[in-house]
Structure formats: C-alpha cells, structure tokens
C-alpha cells in the first residue's frame, strides 16, 4: 500500500488513516477547519509529493509562482511543539513543529514556527520562521 491509499496511515502523524485525515483536505472534499489541521495537511502535501496542494494552500501575499518538491528528499515524522491561536474561529494562528528528514545519506530536523491566516472560511500558509535544531 502506498501512502496515499485512503487506508495507510496519514504522514502527519495523526495516527488516523489518510483517508479519513490529510486526504480529503487533498482532494478538495473539504477544508482545513484549523491551523494545525492545514499544517498537517501541507506536511502530508510534501510527504507525498503534492506540490499543486502546497501551492494552493499558501497565501496568494507570499505565494512563489512555482515550487519545486525534491524527489529524493523523504519525511520521516512530524511533531507539533505549539500553538497559538488558529482555531475554527480565530482570523490568525501559529504552529510550531519539528519535522524529521533524510535525504540520501543525510538526516535532519527542520524546526520552523509557521503563521497561518484565515481567509473567507480558509485557512493559509503565510510564512514561517526557521527555530535551531
């Protein structure tokens, strides 16, 4: 089973199945009701390679024209170490995480604190703030 089969666990480490998780948010069938719900979401994108989602799910104000996903680059796990704000009924949030990479023979930790805004019932990426280790 690959992960994106609506069965395997979700790559954001929810622990529910993708189908039932990141999937949906995916395909459309629904929207990210919180901030950490979209940040999930957009690990999962680069988990499985969805760089369409990715795009989409960045706020139109930093937006890049294009992204490139690197093919060689695996996500291993995902740990959210805060929040604040974000919720069903707040305009703006942050999330802080720590995702766990390996690329070839290379392993590391990319530790951001990301903000999020909430838009006509959407939730975006904004832009995000690189933490130490």
């Known amino acids: ?17 993708y189908g039932e998780c990141c999937g949906p ?12 719900q979209l940040m999930r979401s957009r690990y999962s994108a680069f988990a499985v390679g969805l760089a369409d989602y990715v795009l989409a799910s960045w706020h139109p ?6 992204i490139e996903l690197e093919g ?27 995702a766990i990479w390996r690329q070839g023979a290379q392993r590391g930790v990319l530790h951001e604190r990301s903000r999020f805004a909430r838009e006509n019932g959407a939730w975006y990426y904004v832009d995000g703030e690189l933490l130490p280790g």
């Open 1 to 17: 089973m690959n992960m994106t089969d609506a069965g395997s666990r979700c790559p954001c480490g929810t622990g529910l199945a």
């Open 25 to 36: 948010l995916h395909t459309g069938e629904r929207r990210a009701a919180t901030a950490e």
């Open 61 to 66: 104000s930093t937006r890049p024209a294009t």
């Open 72 to 98: 060689d680059l695996v996500w291993r796990s995902l740990d959210v170490v805060g929040l604040s704000g974000g919720g069903p009924f707040d305009a703006a949030g942050t999330v802080e995480f720590r």
